[in-house]
DNA sequence: GCGAGGATCCCCGTTTCGGGGGAGGGCTGC
DNA sequence: GCAGCCCTCCCCCGAAACGGGGATCCTCGC
């Protein structure tokens, strides 16, 4: 896969300086090379992608990142753009595609796949939830108390409550189960 | 969609007695020409394909429910076989299997498309909860105190916690979010 | 006809939740 | 450098949920 992504942007025109099998080596590369244009999966272990591009930012302000992933939806994109990503392509995108992004993203532009661009631009009806707001629903989705979450996540079960009344706010939600049924439903959390 | 059904049928050699639009008129003409077979969806206004099913056993022991829908899962999979249906074909495979399927449950057998046979067979993690388990999770998913889903209902607050209960003991769950959660995620509620 | 399972209801003491409030520190982007 | 957001923690109150128990009734299948 890898492979072939590479032969296929080098074919087209692109030079291809370096490639990556995680999001550390990704990182080191990216510092090292300081390329135009980082293409990056979303999914990797350990540093996935989104974290790559949240430090691409500092070790290599000119690089624009430009995820490249198998799925993707509102909730994902819109973290995707808080973490300064430069654009945003699916894998089942024809190959065509990638090579416009990539060329988008490397004049400074900003390319967001276009079956997903069409979802997301739709009623937005989805609530922005904070990193901390979605772990604390996550672990209430898995039947923990307030003081488990607390103890999971290093914080105290007042700063728990806390996080889960926020949610609920934003959610519309009257209830804590309220708040975790309608982020599955909206796919906030999984 | 039911007209070119009942054509191709039709034209495959299968005698057409009769078509409905909804749950009613499919018990009104089920009872009424006692077909041996009655293909039937599961989704339909009024009475939905599980109900018609139910109803049918007395209506015309003799039919066999064939359920035909565009979704299925292990959960409404085996609710349908509690139900006492023939077979269930997906409306996204071919349609020889549809055919296949009439003749199968017509000559008494029982036919499962073989798409959903597949996940059905793998480990049915998924518990079974009774109707009323799965109100009162519905109800609870959407912020519904104990109260007040007795009182949407029509039973008590008690006996409300006590199907949660069961819910949760069926799911494994430690708190009522989690089992929301769980029934969510393994589709047993919508 | 008898058992299994579903649906219904109840009690009681303990814990947690829902809903207010306030408050300080830190990073970040403009 | 300052506003804005996020993270963190704390207090109070009344209401609701929890845990675990038991109990009755009815229907359906064998």
Same mark, same amino acid.
């Given at each position: 896969? +890898?492979?072939?992504?590479?032969?296929?942007?080098?074919?087209?025109?692109?030079?291809?300086?370096?490639?990556?099998?995680?999001?550390?080596?990704?990182?080191?590369?990216?510092?090292?090379?300081?390329?135009?244009?980082?293409?990056?999966?979303?999914?990797?272990?350990?540093?996935?992608?989104?974290?790559?591009?949240?430090?691409?930012?500092?070790?290599?302000?000119?690089?624009?990142? +430009?995820?490249?992933?198998?799925?993707?939806?509102?909730?994902?994109?819109?973290?995707?753009?808080?973490?300064?990503?430069?654009?945003?392509?699916?894998?089942?995108?024809?190959?065509?595609?990638?090579?416009?992004?990539?060329?988008?993203?490397?004049?400074?532009?900003?390319?967001?796949?276009?079956?997903?661009?069409?979802?997301?631009?739709?009623?937005?009806?989805?609530?922005?939830?904070?990193?901390?707001?979605?772990?604390?629903?996550?672990?209430?989705?898995?039947?923990?108390? &307030?003081?488990?979450?607390?103890?999971?996540?290093?914080?105290?079960?007042?700063?728990?409550?806390?996080?889960?009344?926020?949610?609920?706010?934003?959610?519309?939600?009257?209830?804590?189960?309220?708040?975790?049924?309608?982020? +599955?439903?909206? &796919?906030?959390?999984?």
């Amino acid at each position: 896969m +890898l492979e072939a992504v590479a032969e296929f942007l080098a074919v087209s025109g692109i030079e291809v300086v370096a490639r990556a099998r995680d999001g550390e080596e990704a990182l080191a590369r990216i510092a090292e090379r300081q390329p135009a244009v980082a293409l990056v999966d979303v999914r990797m272990p350990g540093i996935d992608g989104l974290e790559v591009a949240r430090r691409a930012r500092r070790a290599a302000p000119g690089t624009s990142i +430009l995820l490249y992933t198998g799925y993707g939806d509102r909730a994902v994109l819109a973290e995707a753009f808080d973490a300064g990503v430069g654009g945003f392509v699916l894998k089942e995108a024809p190959l065509d595609d990638l090579l416009r992004a990539v060329r988008t993203v490397a004049a400074g532009k900003t390319y967001v796949d276009p079956v997903l661009a069409a979802s997301a631009i739709g009623p937005s009806t989805a609530p922005r939830l904070t990193p901390r707001e979605r772990d604390v629903l996550r672990l209430l989705a898995d039947g923990l108390s &307030n003081e488990e979450i607390g103890k999971e996540l290093f914080i105290s079960a007042e700063t728990v409550r806390g996080y889960i009344r926020k949610a609920m706010d934003k959610l519309g939600a009257d209830t804590r189960t309220e708040a975790v049924a309608a982020a +599955l439903r909206q &796919n906030l959390i999984a």
